[in-house]
């Protein structure tokens, strides 16, 4: 028996991951003073139009230790394993580590291990759909080892849309973003170990996307692309042509789509697009 734990960088749809053996433990979201809560409960469309409208910032509280404890108490007799967005984005990581040292200290013989998937997005979506086909196969401590040689294998690219959202959290300059914006430059970002970085600039989002398609035979760190996850934020019909062109180019892999969901779509902001592999 085992569960996985998860917060909701994961892009898995919240009404399919109880029948997958996974539970959320929910990032806090506020806009313009009123509270989100990034569960089954939130009206995603009515948080992605405040999201569009509002001129200030967007804040995330990331899952305090106790939300992963209380999960972890009530299924202490599994095999209990715990994915979080990557360690250098959020606390997250920090909070279900100390959960995991509490419960060691408190269940004595208990099987858990956290997961920083180095990724958020389509990126911790990939290493969950891995995670569970690993537990079908495979006894725990296999199972972590293996899993987290798949976390250093992973690639994440993106490329957003819209700039609004990280100017407005201060991620780049706000000068640099409305240029970026007038000139029509859509940059590809990746993140490799965490650490996420301009990989490319490219003027309009069409030469972007094909140029990321492309790069995934080149940064692919495997032989060839396996699992290919892609989340979008409301533009479903981009992320299907995207998914059709991939399909084409890389023979074999598996294709995996979502939209995101509260968390991921507040770093991603309207139209972004996130890939990983």
């Given amino acids: 028996m085992y569960k996985i734990i ?13 029948d997958l053996g996974i539970e959320y433990v929910p990032f806090k979201i506020s806009i313009d003073g009123k509270d989100y809560t990034d569960d089954e409960n939130l009206n995603l469309d009515e948080f992605l139009e405040v999201m569009k409208k509002t001129e200030n910032p967007i804040h ?16 202490k007799d599994k095999d209990i394993y715990i994915l979080t967005i990557g360690s250098k984005l959020s606390g997250s990581y920090n909070s279900a580590k100390v959960a995991e040292a509490e419960a060691r200290e408190k269940f004595e013989g208990i099987n858990i291990h956290v997961i ?14 891995k995670l569970l086909d690993l537990v079908k ?8 080892e293996e899993i987290e040689k798949e976390t250093d294998l992973e690639t ?3 490329v957003l849309e819209s700039m609004k959202n990280l100017i407005k959290n201060g991620r780049i300059k706000k000068t640099t973003g ?31 996307l094909d140029k990321m398609v492309k790069a995934i035979e080149s940064k692919c760190k495997r032989e060839k692309p396996d699992l290919i996850t892609i989340s979008y934020v ?15 180019l890389y023979e074999g892999a598996k294709i995996h789509l979502r939209h ?18």
């Fill in 178 to 208: 409305l240029i970026a914006n007038v000139l029509n430059i859509r940059p590809i970002m990746i993140s490799d170990d965490g650490e996420i970085e301009l990989y490319e600039v490219n003027r309009g989002m069409k030469k972007s």
């Fill in 260 to 277: 995101t969901n509260g968390l991921s779509s507040g770093y991603a902001d309207i139209g972004g697009i996130v890939i990983a592999f």
């Fill in 6 to 18: 998860s917060d909701t960088s994961c892009d898995l749809r919240k009404d399919e991951i109880r």
């Fill in 234 to 248: 409301e533009d479903k019909d981009r992320a299907e042509k995207l998914k059709e062109r991939i399909e084409d």
């Fill in 156 to 158: 994440t690219m993106f």
């Fill in 116 to 129: 920083d998937t180095k990724a958020a997005s389509a990126g911790t979506t990939r290493i969950a759909l």
């Fill in 60 to 75: 995330t509280a990331c899952p305090a230790p106790y939300d992963y404890f209380k999960i972890i108490e009530e299924n």
């Fill in 137 to 144: 196969e495979k006894d725990f401590d296999e199972v972590v």
